[in-house]
């Protein structure tokens, strides 16, 4: 796992190609290193994604709307139809950082 740091969000990207232990080890620095953060998750290397894998970031996705914080994932290995409405999921990077920007912004106008 690797993690980068950005002016409005943190960027963590997985690379075990195991995302049970890639949660597992991402769990403790959502309350420490990653608290009050918005936060990307980086799958483009996993291209074993399944449905079933990004319901995995449910919980965590809920935890970030609970305290107004965006939570993005990005893979681009499932079809767009295939997608759960819960999470937010996109293809690109550029796209998370939007998607991030136009949450901040709603946030800043009391939406």
């Known amino acids: ?4 740091t950005h002016d409005n969000f943190v960027v963590v990207k997985e690379k075990s190609n195991d995302l049970k232990k ?3 080890l991402l769990k403790p620095l959502l309350t420490t290193q990653l608290k009050d953060k918005n936060l990307i998750i980086d799958l483009l ?3 074993l994604m399944s449905f079933n894998d990004l319901l995995l970031f449910q919980k965590i996705s809920d935890e970030f709307k609970e305290v ?3 939570f993005v994932v990005v893979t681009n290995s499932l079809n ?3 997608l759960p409405e819960e999470i937010m999921i996109v293809p690109t990077h550029q796209e998370a950082e939007d998607i991030i ?3 901040e912004i709603e946030r800043e106008l009391g939406f």
């Open 80 to 82: 767009a139809n295939e």
């Open 68 to 70: 107004n914080k965006s």
């Open 1 to 4: 796992m690797t993690i980068s």
């Open 101 to 103: 920007e136009i949450e």
């Open 45 to 47: 290397d996993y291209q």
């Open 22 to 24: 890639f949660i597992f």
